[in-house]
Antibody, heavy 124, light 111 residues
């Protein structure tokens, strides 16, 4: 079945780095833009970043711009999120989510498949 | 503070109807499609409504969506205890260099 599986979360000290992975299966990974969305404990959803299917376009939330880098390896059906200079406020469950359609002129296309999430805790 | 404004909570009795509003601006809701997500406790979000008013396969027609100008609304009829969850609206915002925005979420309690 169509699924996304995140990995790479853990406990990390402030200022350190962590790389998350999102592995896709059951669909043609290289056809779809994929987003990262996070959720701090007890809080709402916060969008983090998106990368187009071919990697040519990427966008970031202001809160992570300059610190986080989104990338993908379509040969491995995997999306990544490199997180540098981590802060306590980056503590959250990180989800990857697949765009619903293959081709759309709109970045407002919905997220139809979500992973189960991976927890990142930034603490000394 | 979220770019899209939702009521923090709504409640209604089983079998009743409830609506959840999502208010934005011309750079987000007024410019593009809105989608809605349901998040049951301890689980990942799930797509409920896309393109303002369309339901993915498997989503019952008790769930509906609409959009007018810079606001969107999620409606749920025939409330069930299993509908107790957090609900989020979302869309793309063209301001700055472009970014996705979510509402702050609405906690639905089925009394």
């Amino acid at each position: 079945q169509v699924q996304l599986v995140e990995s790479g979360g853990g406990v990390v000290q402030p200022g350190r780095s962590l790389r998350l992975s999102c592995a896709g299966s059951g669909f043609t990974f290289s056809n779809y833009a994929i987003h990262w969305v996070r959720q701090a404990p007890g809080k709402g959803l916060e969008w983090v970043a998106v990368m187009s299917n071919d990697g040519n376009n990427k966008y970031y939330a202001d809160s992570v711009k300059g610190r986080f880098t989104i990338s993908r390896d379509n040969s491995k059906n995997t999306l990544y999120l490199q997180m540098n200079s981590l802060r306590a406020e980056d503590t959250a469950v990180y989800y990857c989510a697949k765009r619903r359609t293959v081709i759309s002129s709109s970045w407002a296309d919905a997220f139809d498949i979500w992973g189960q999430g991976t927890m990142v805790t930034v603490s000394s | 503070q979220s770019v899209l404004t939702q009521p923090p909570s709504v409640s209604a009795a089983p079998g009743q109807k409830v609506t959840i509003s999502c208010s934005g601006s011309s750079s987000n809701i007024g410019n593009d499609y809105v989608s809605w997500y349901q998040q049951l406790p301890g689980t990942a979000p799930k797509l409920l409504i896309y393109d303002n008013n369309k339901r993915p396969s498997g989503i019952p027609d008790r769930f509906s969506g609409s959009k007018s100008g810079t606001s969107a609304t999620l409606g749920i009829t025939g409330l069930q205890t299993g509908d107790e969850a957090d609900y989020y609206c979302g869309t793309w915002d063209i301001s700055l260099s472009g970014h996705w925005v979510f509402g702050g979420g609405t906690k639905l309690t089925v009394l």
